[in-house]
C-alpha cells in the first residue's frame, strides 16, 4: 500500500471508504473517498424496480444511487457520477454497503461441480482485502495485440489503448450478455477502447473480426490489474471434499 493510501485511511471518518480507483472528475481531479449510508426501504424499491430489473448493472447504479452520500469532494452525486465509476469500484461498494447495511457475514449456497453437491458458503466481508490503484497512469492500458487488427487496406494495427469499464458500459453489456455472451464482449471492447493503431473510428466490426486470440489477451490485461475485490474464493466441498471456486452472487451483496 502506498503512504498516499495510507495517509487518506487514518483520515477516514465513519462508513467512510477509499475508492480502489477513485473517480475522475471533469477537471481531472480524481477523488478517492466515499461514503456511505445504509439502505432503506427506499433503496429496496429503487433495487425492485422492473425498469432496473433485468440489467444486473443497472441494479448496481441504483442501489449506489441510493447509499452514496459523499464522493470526495464533489458538491453532489448524481446517477451520471455513479455509472462514471469504474466497475471495480462499484464491486467495493457492493461489498461496503453490505457491510454497512447489514454487517461482514453472509452466507449463500452453492453447487458442487464435481458432486453436485449443495454446499452452504459463509464469508466474512470483513475478510475481503481490496487492492488499490496505485499508479494513476493505469486507468489507461496501451500493449501490443499479439496478432492485431488487419484493416481493408492490409495495414496492422497491434498497439491499442483501453480505459477501464465503467457502470456506463457495465449496463450496455448487462443488457445482451445473457442472450449473447460474445456480442457483448464485442460491445464491451468496443467501448474501452480509445486507441486502436493509427484507425481513425473503431466500430464494432473491429472487434467482430478480430481473432479471438486477441480479444482474450485484452480481457487478461484487464484482469492482470488485480485491482479492487475478488468476489470469488476457493472452498472445500463438504461432501466429496474436492476443492472448487465460488462467486458471491449479486443477490446476496444486495441483501436478497
Ligand atoms: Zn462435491
Known sequence: MSENIKTIMEGLGENEF?????YKDKDGVVHRTVTLRPMTGETEEAIADPKVRDNGGKIITALLESVIEKIGTLPRVTKDTIRDLTTIDRD???IKNRQVSLGDNISYTDICP??????EIHVNLANIEPKYLENEEDRELTFDLPIGYKDANG???KEITITLPT????ERVAQMVRANPAQ??????QLITLKLGTLEFINPDVFK?????DR??????????????????????SECGSEFETSIPLQSLLGE
Not at 477509499?18 to 477513485?22: E, M, Y
Not at 457483448?184 to 471492447?189: E, G, K, S, V
Open 155 to 157: 495495414t496492422v494495427h
Open 216 to 237: 482474450d489477451f485484452i480481457s487478461n490485461k484487464l484482469s492482470e490489474l488485480e485491482v479492487g475485490v475478488k468476489f470469488d474464493t476457493e472452498v472445500m466441498c
Open 167 to 170: 457502470g456506463r458500459v457495465q
Open 18 to 22: 477509499i475508492l480502489p480507483v477513485g
Open 92 to 94: 467495493f461498494l457492493l
Open 209 to 213: 473480426k478480430m481473432t479471438k486470440k
Open 114 to 119: 464435481h458432486c453436485r453437491a449443495k454446499n
Open 184 to 189: 457483448a464482449t464485442t460491445i464491451m471492447l
